[in-house]
């Protein structure tokens, strides 16, 4: 009876994806190919055109950008709590706030920055008061600087939660046994700690893209839509103002597709790689 029950399990979980995942990126690949006279790459061709060009360009460098920031802070803030020495309340108290602060994004995160660092901010009047003015210095919150800036921090708390059991499956018999043997704590992460935990980092940072690449609503919430994203552009083509043009946000839907593809495959490798330095340890 068990093996049946497990089967009819696996079939409902099977039919979920098939109605949820597979049946709308067929048709949304269809779509991007056929237009009045049946199929067409003239959709596909328009990616080719500047202002998608540069919605990928945009969404390319703010995911690169800020997954590179959630990693590089991200692993410094976990490394941190777990370090020996730390109190145990420190790692609870970090662990408790990133899982809130991963899931704190679209428009209350839009809403918080604005408020803190926006043209009339609190943050942006005290500097004032001082003599910083950061808009005169070439900062603005409605730019890709200033989104990047915001995507960091739902980025980094999320990392915490990622490369914490990382980090925390390093053997300290490893370190013990790096300094019998006279290495320095500089050697011991260059050629232990790193090359253990660089399979997690890439699936890490992997990760982090993917997250800041999909993202729709903290982008709209804080720009309006002015600066082009492939997500605000789908937006903009499937609620245009004249007419709408599905068949464009079907191809650029198509696009995105075929990038997440590409870093759930490379992350599912660096997983499975990562997960070979856990199981011996």
Request: glycine share 8%.
């Amino acid at each position: 009876m068990k093996a049946p029950v497990a089967w009819l399990f696996i079939g409902a979980f099977l039919a979920v994806c098939a109605t949820f995942l597979v049946a709308p990126t067929a048709m949304l690949a269809i779509q991007a190919v056929t237009g009045e006279d049946g199929f067409t790459l003239a959709y596909i061709e328009t990616l080719g055109q500047y202002r998608y060009r540069v919605a990928f360009e945009h969404s390319l460098y703010l995911s690169l950008a800020s997954a590179t920031a959630g990693v590089v802070a991200g692993g410094l803030v976990a490394f941190a709590v777990l370090k020996p020495g730390a109190p145990a309340w420190l790692r609870s108290l970090v662990t408790s706030f990133s899982a809130v602060a991963a899931n704190f994004a679209g428009v209350p995160l839009a809403f918080a920055f604005i408020s803190t660092l926006g043209t009339l901010g609190l943050l942006t009047m005290l500097l004032k008061r001082i003599g910083l003015d950061l808009y005169d210095m070439g900062f603005s919150l409605f730019s890709i600087t200033g989104l990047t800036l915001t995507y960091s921090y739902f980025q980094i708390p999320l990392m915490v939660i990622i490369i914490t059991p990382a980090i925390a499956a390093l053997r300290p018999s490893w370190r013990e046994a790096a300094e019998i043997l006279g290495a320095t704590p500089g050697q011991y992460w260059r050629h232990v700690g790193l090359p253990v935990l660089a399979p997690s980092l890439i699936a890490a940072w992997i990760l982090l893209f993917g997250n800041a690449f999909s993202a729709y609503a903290t982008a709209y919430a804080l720009t309006s839509g002015n600066i082009g994203l492939v997500t605000t552009e789908i937006s903009a083509v499937l609620s245009g103002n004249v007419a709408a043009d599905p068949q464009i946000g079907a191809a650029l839907s198509v696009g995105m597709i075929v990038v997440m593809v590409t870093v759930l495959a490379i992350s599912t490798a660096m997983t499975r790689r990562a997960s070979r330095w856990t199981a011996r340890s």
